[in-house]
C-alpha cells in the first residue's frame, strides 16, 4: 500500500493553484443523467471518486469521454442499467446521489443502501422520506433500497436535519417531477449551489439555491450543458491551515475567498495576516506559531466538518489550548489517537476535543483512517520533528488531488512511497 512520508519543520512559502471541488462534481456527473443530451463539465479534478462515479455512470450505460485537460463529456442517451451495487457504494457514499436522478427519469432505481462509516452511523432516511414525498415507492430488500416511480409529483419536503447530498438527491428529481417542489431547511452549501446552477443551465427552474429554501418548478426535460465546477473550499481551507501550522506564507490561487468566511475569520484568530483578492487567498504568519482557536462545527454558512481535523492538528501546535467541538457527525475524531502518536496532547470529552498545545510533534508512522482525518494527519507531519509516515493513503486520494506534488512546490519535504518500496 502506497504511503506519504514527510520530514517535517519546513515553514511552506509560495503559490499552489486550487482544483474543482469534489464535493460539487459528484453531483454534477450525476445530474448529467437526468438530460436527454450529453453534458460537458469542466475544472474537474483528478480523484479517485470521481473515477469512482464515472466507473458507476459507465456500468449504467453512460457515454463517458475525458480530455487531457479532464473535461468529461457524459451521454445518458444509452442508458439500460439503473443499479448502483454494494461494490461501489461500500468504496464511496456519494453514490447515493443517483437514486432522485434514477427514479425521475427512468422510473426505477436500485441503490445498494450504504453502511456505516468511519465518521458516523451516516443513515438515508431523509433521502428516502424525500423520495416517498415526492410520490415514490421506496422500500428497502437485501440490502438495496428499491425505488419506482411513473412520474414524480411536486411536494413540500421538510428536512428535520440538514443535510447535504439529502438535499442534492431530492433537489435532482424534483427537476423532472410534475408541479412544484419547496425544499425547506435545505442545505445551503456552495456545492448545493453550483448542483443548481448546473442542473438549471440543463433547463431546470431552481430558485433559492444558498438560502433554506428551495422552489423547484418541475419541468418535462432536460437537456445537456457545458459546466465548469467550482473551487474545492475545503482543499483551499487545508492549503491555508498548512501556512499557519508552518508559520509560513501561502497563496492559494484559483479559489473563491467568499466561500470560506468562517474559515479566514479562524485563522485570522489563530495571528495570520490573511489578505484576499477576487480568487486567491494568502496567509502570511510572519514566522510566528499559530494562537490556538475553539471551532464547532455546523451546516454551512457555519464552520465546516470537512475542516474540522485541520483545525485539530492546527491546535495540537498552537500556542493555548483550543476546544473543538463536532456537530455534524458523532465519530469524526478518528485523526485524534493518530496525533497523540506524534506527541499531541488532546483530551476527547463527549463531542469536543479539548487540545492543548505542544511546543513540538516528533515524527512517528501513523494510520490515515478517513479522507479529512488524513489531511490532518499529513499537517501534522509538515510540523512533526524528524520523519512521519502516513499509511493507507488512499483515503487522502479520494479527496485531494496529487496532494504530496502541491505541498512540494510550496517546499515540504514530503514523498509518496509505492506500495512495492513501502512494503
Ligand atoms: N443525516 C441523517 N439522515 C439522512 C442524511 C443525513 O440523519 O438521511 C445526518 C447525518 O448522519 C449527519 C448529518 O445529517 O449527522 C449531515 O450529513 P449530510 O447528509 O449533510 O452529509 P452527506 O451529505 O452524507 C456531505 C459531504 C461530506 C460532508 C457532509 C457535511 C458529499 C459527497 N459529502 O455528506 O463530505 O462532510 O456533507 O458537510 O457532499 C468529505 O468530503 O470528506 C465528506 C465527508
Given at each position: ?113 450504504p ?37 414524480l ?21 424534483a ?100 489578505t ?24 454551512y ?14 491546535n ?7 476546544i ?12 485524534v ?31 490515515a ?55
Amino acid at each position: 500500500m502506497a504511503q506519504i512520508r514527510i520530514s517535517g519543520g519546513v515553514p511552506l512559502e509560495g503559490e499552489v493553484r486550487i482544483s474543482g471541488a469534489k464535493n460539487a462534481v459528484l453531483p454534477i456527473l450525476v445530474a448529467s443523467l437526468l438530460g436527454d443530451e450529453p453534458s460537458q463539465v469542466s475544472n474537474v479534478p483528478h480523484l479517485q471518486d470521481v473515477t469512482t462515479t464515472m466507473e458507476l455512470l459507465g456500468r449504467m450505460g453512460a457515454q463517458l469521454a475525458v480530455d487531457e485537460r479532464m473535461q468529461i463529456e457524459i451521454d445518458p442517451r444509452e442508458m439500460r442499467d439503473f443499479e448502483a451495487p454494494y461494490e461501489l457504494v461500500k468504496t464511496m457514499r456519494a453514490s447515493i446521489l443517483v437514486l432522485g436522478p434514477l427514479v425521475a427519469r427512468f422510473g426505477r432505481a436500485i441503490v445498494s443502501l450504504p453502511g456505516g462509516c468511519a465518521i458516523g452511523s451516516r443513515p438515508v432516511n431523509l433521502h428516502l422520506h424525500g423520495l416517498r414525498q415526492l410520490g415514490a415507492e421506496v422500500s428497502v430488500e437485501n440490502g438495496n433500497i428499491i425505488a419506482r416511480a411513473d412520474r414524480l409529483k411536486g411536494a413540500r419536503i421538510v428536512f428535520d436535519t440538514v443535510t447535504v447530498t439529502g438535499t442534492e438527491n431530492i433537489m435532482m428529481a424534483a427537476c423532472l417531477a410534475r408541479g412544484t417542489s419547496v425544499i425547506e431547511n435545505a442545505a445551503q452549501e456552495p456545492e448545493v449551489v453550483d448542483l443548481a446552477g448546473f442542473l438549471n443551465s440543463m433547463g431546470a427552474r431552481i430558485e433559492g439555491a444558498g438560502t433554506n429554501t428551495l422552489v423547484i418548478e418541475g419541468v418535462e426535460r432536460l437537456g445537456g450543458t457545458k459546466y465548469s465546477v467550482l473551487p474545492d473550499r475545503i482543499e483551499t481551507g487545508t492549503y491555508l491551515v498548512a501556512g499557519a501550522m508552518t508559520s509560513g506564507r501561502v497563496r492559494v490561487t484559483r479559489a473563491r475567498p467568499r466561500d470560506l468566511d468562517a474559515v479566514i475569520d479562524k485563522l485570522a484568530e489563530t495571528g495570520a495576516v490573511m489578505t484576499t483578492g477576487e480568487d486567491w487567498i494568502e496567509i502570511d504568519m510572519r514566522g510566528r506559531r499559530p494562537k490556538s482557536v475553539d471551532i464547532t462545527t455546523a451546516p454551512y454558512p457555519a464552520f465546516p466538518t470537512d475542516m474540522q481535523a485541520q483545525f485539530t492538528a492546527l491546535n495540537t501546535i498552537a500556542e493555548g489550548t483550543g476546544i473543538v467541538t463536532e456537530t455534524v457527525f458523532e465519530n469524526r475524531f478518528m485523526h485524534v489517537q493518530e496525533l497523540q502518536r506524534l506527541g499531541a496532547d488532546i483530551r476527547l470529552k463527549g463531542n469536543s476535543a479539548i487540545v492543548r498545545g505542544v511546543a513540538q510533534l516528533t515524527g512517528a508512522p501513523i494510520m490515515a483512517t478517513d479522507l479529512r482525518a488524513s489531511a490532518g494527519l499529513v499537517l501534522a507531519g509538515l510540523v512533526a520533528r524528524g520523519q512521519t509516515v502516513v499509511d493507507r493513503v488512499y483515503h487522502i486520494d479520494r479527496g485531494y488531488e496529487i496532494i504530496e506534488e502541491k505541498l512540494g512546490q510550496l517546499g515540504a519535504r514530503i514523498r509518496r512511497v509505492s506500495g512495492k518500496q513501502a512494503a
